[in-house]
């Protein structure tokens, strides 16, 4: 089992549909990344939650500490936000620090 | 919030020769990091780049195959060496700011896509 687990794999929606991400993890300390990655590689960090959710523009992300669950929800979507979505989970093993990844989840918006 | 520069953005090249890529910030990050993108993966850490020391290398990799620089707080560089086509990937580099779990700001160069013939 993946230490980190996203869902769905791939997901393709029209525009302005309303778009959720799922994130699992069975690792880490209470802190879940959200980034998004464009075609060509480039990786944007969305944000950073510890608790309950946060908000910028469409895009809103909540997380359940208890529970090692987290949710990136896009509204009225957009081609646009069309692009590759990745999880991540810090982690301190042997006082290191370091993210573990998901394997992303790899959106497409059709106009 | 900091920008990373990264360079080059792609390259192709022979087996047994090596490339070195860079990566500049424009403002001082805690931390730089390496990762690797193989396809279809997820990212994998190469190493953390220590600022005037040596790298913190994860399992599986190891300094004479991935030499890295750190000379100062906003430039760093990753050499694959003696290349073959398993090293055909996306690199990536990471920089910081902030604690692990506190405010912390993720920053990443735009990639490096690397096919080795």
């Known amino acids: 089992k993946n230490e980190v687990e996203q869902s769905p794999q791939n997901l393709t929606a029209q525009e302005g549909e309303f778009i959720t991400i799922n994130c699992s993890y069975s690792?880490?300390?209470?802190?879940l990344h959200w980034l998004q990655q464009h075609p060509g590689g480039g990786i944007v960090s969305l944000f950073m939650?510890?608790?309950g959710k946060k908000k910028h523009g469409r895009l809103i992300a909540t997380i359940n500490i208890q529970e090692k669950h987290s949710s990136l929800h896009i509204t009225a979507s957009h081609p646009r936000d069309s692009a590759v979505y990745i999880c991540?989970?810090?982690?301190?093993?042997?006082?290191?620090?370091?993210?573990?990844f998901g394997k992303g989840t790899k959106l497409t918006v059709n106009p | 919030s900091a920008v990373i520069s990264q360079k080059p953005s792609r390259d192709i090249c022979q087996r047994g020769t090596s490339l070195t890529i860079q990566c500049q910030v424009d403002?001082?990050?805690?931390?730089m990091f390496w990762y690797r993108q193989q396809p279809g993966q997820s990212l994998t850490l190469i190493a953390t780049?220590?600022?005037?020391?040596?790298?913190?290398?994860e399992s599986g990799f190891v300094i004479d195959k991935f030499p890295i620089s750190r000379p100062n707080l906003t430039f760093s560089t990753l050499t694959v060496s003696n290349m073959s086509p398993e090293d055909s990937s996306i690199y990536l580099c990471?920089?910081?700011?902030?604690?692990?779990?506190?405010?912390?700001?993720?920053?990443f160069g735009s990639g490096t896509q690397l096919s080795v013939l």
């Open positions: 990471s920089g910081r700011t902030g604690g692990i779990t506190t405010n912390e700001k993720l920053f």
């Open positions: 939650l510890s608790s």
């Open positions: 690792v880490g300390i209470s802190a």
């Open positions: 991540a989970v810090p982690v301190i093993p042997g006082g290191s620090e370091k993210l573990v």
């Open positions: 780049a220590n600022q005037g020391s040596e790298a913190t290398y």
């Open positions: 403002s001082q990050v805690t931390m």
